[in-house]
């Protein structure tokens, strides 16, 4: 099994129309066991290359999971990160912004978050919940309780582009990989999810009248998806279009996706200096003397 990622990679500059990406690929292996071999070495591959992380200590990696309802972000969450320690890993998940949230800048919340030199982190969704839902419904905006010209700017979302990018170098910069992830679900699909929610007596907690609401919006976020894609797509911090229609192919690409950025840092365990052999032998020395 090769993938080749560039064909899912968004290339910076590029306009985006999410139609001409698709929601489907491959599959990828020919079977459910093929599958799991295969997801089974990127998360070993990936769990060694955590403790190099962990023991280099000089970059971290933050991963940004955005997608419509159902898209399978917590699952792909879930499978390809399970074999890393989570001692190294930070996962927060964003929802509305609470009161005090609202009384800063559209970044402070997500920003108090990133995670330390040797660590994982992990954004179910993220900042770009404010080029996103916040942008479908104004109302929020609204309740942001911004300087009136800003409010009323028509380049709004392009500033915020900007000020996401700015933020995404600056920690590109100081030791953060930013590897982002939209998860691209067809409507058709999500209806299937949220039928087999309805249907599944343990999974109806999954869904909520205000999800369903949300589907007549799909055009709308859609458009939103795109812009953002477009504007904030770079060669320091770069998006995926994942396709999510099928659940295992889109694990495997994410997975392939976050061992190519580990992969790319070049990181070794640190070697200890001749003093330190010395004095780490001398300790041996006494270890074994004990016995």
Known sequence: MKIDLDQFRVPQGR????QQWPTRVGPLCADKAAYRRALGR???TLSRLQNVLYAHDRYCLLLIFQGMDAAGKDGAIRHVMSGVNPQGCQVYSFKHPEPEALEHDFLWRTTKCLPERGRIGIFNRSYYEEVLIV???PEILAAQRLPEAVERDEDLWKRRYRSIAGLERHLHENGTRIVKFFLH????EQRRRFVDRIDDPDKNWKLSCADVEERKYWRAYQRAYEDCLGATSADYAPWYVVPADHKD???LIISEAVVH???SLKMA?????AD???RLQAIRDGLVAEG
Do not use: E, G, N
């Open 135 to 137: 942008r479908v419904h």
């Open 185 to 188: 679900l067809s409507q058709d």
């Open 42 to 44: 990127h998360v070993a």
């Open 249 to 251: 192919d889109a694990r």
């Open 261 to 263: 950025s580990l992969k």
């Open 276 to 278: 330190d052999r010395r």
């Open 269 to 273: 365990y640190p070697k200890p200096s």
């Open 15 to 18: 306009r985006v129309r999410l």
